[in-house]
């Protein structure tokens, strides 16, 4: 499990971008997504959470608004640019491209 | 247990650089922490199971305050080492306080000669010392270097903003330091040149009077200004 965290960790950004590609959404609706598509295998520290939102707001790759609830909640909703779209497929592609790499080399003797 | 995660989050923020991103992450962080923590007594957990799950799930959050100063975050200033500029100042206000002293040392030496003619060229050697004289703590004043304290905090925000506003009033305050010195010397002028020591002194009665009204018509130009 923690072997699998450290490889998880490594694509925080592409994992929130693959959840803003559904739609806007805030910080705990994302976390509760990622923790039901695993079946409570995974969730995001906030901490990481957080730092991705403000990384991924630097690159431009989101935008955050604060949403209007009208039972005193106030969500910061972040939604997906067109440059985070982009970077989305890009991660994905360099995504595949890692994962026949590393099976190459844990699996040697079967590609060879 | 919903107040238990507030006063929990405000701890974490203790340490957290005042910025207004920080005061965001930190609306945002409580209000997401409440949703969890709601989420999780909705499925059957007690409170303080749901109140613990849900702030060790907060993580590290070191990484998270790196991130929050304002702007780019800003190297120490570079000081041309050209000496402790708090002696410099000292230097330069000895040297302005010694010459008014001694302004009054031609009209002295020069007015004890027999020779004619001498009075005015020691008021007008008196002058121009004392004129050196305001002109240096006029600098000195102006080009004393302005303490910063440590950027992206509230406070350093804050200077930032009063020294925007205010230079124009950081220039009356250098001219205002000078006009104590400029009463003193325009004292000892009267004094010496009509030799009325038993009225001069007035002018310390008059000075103040001055001053305030000077004070009063700054202070309204400033607020009619804003």
Request: with cysteine.
């Amino acid at each position: 499990m923690s072997i699998a965290s450290d490889v998880i960790r490594g694509h925080t950004d592409t994992i929130i971008l693959a959840q803003l590609m559904q739609g806007d959404s805030y910080g705990y609706k994302i976390n509760r997504a990622i923790e039901l598509r695993t079946g409570g295998e995974y969730e995001l520290k906030e901490a990481t959470l957080y730092t991705a939102f403000r990384r991924l707001e630097q690159m431009g790759c989101i935008t955050s608004y604060w949403g209007d609830e009208s039972t005193g909640a106030r969500r910061r909703y972040y939604s997906i640019t067109p440059v985070g779209e982009q970077a989305y497929y890009a991660m994905l592609s360099e995504w595949d491209t890692s994962k026949q790499l590393l099976e190459t080399l844990i699996r040697p003797h079967q590609s060879s | 247990m919903e107040y238990n995660i507030r006063c929990y989050v405000d701890e974490l923020f203790q340490n957290a650089p005042r910025t207004q991103k920080a005061y965001e992450l930190k609306v945002e962080l409580t209000q997401n922490l409440l949703d969890k923590y709601h989420a999780l007594v909705a499925e059957g957990k007690s409170p303080e199971d749901a109140y613990s799950l849900t702030v060790v799930s907060i993580g590290d959050v070191r990484e998270l305050f790196e991130g929050l100063e304002d702007g780019p975050v800003q190297t120490a200033p570079v000081y041309i080492p050209t000496g402790s500029p708090e002696k410099r100042s000292a230097a330069i206000t000895s040297i302005a306080v010694m010459l008014y002293i001694l302004s009054v040392v031609p009209v002295i030496v020069l007015g004890s000669l027999p020779v004619p003619g001498m009075e005015t060229l020691s008021i007008v050697l008196m002058l121009v010392m004392i004129s050196l004289a305001t002109g240096l703590l006029i600098y000195n004043h102006a080009a004393k270097p302005k303490k910063q304290p440590p950027a992206g905090t509230v406070v350093s925000d804050f200077k930032q903003w009063q020294t925007q506003t205010n230079s124009r009033k950081q220039l009356l305050k250098a001219i205002r330091s000078a006009y104590w010195p400029l009463v003193l010397a325009l004292y000892f002028l009267l004094s010496f040149g009509t030799g009325r020591w038993h009225i001069t002194w007035i002018l310390f009665l008059i000075a103040p009077a001055v001053d305030g009204i000077i004070k009063a018509v700054l202070t309204l130009n400033d607020s009619s200004g804003k």
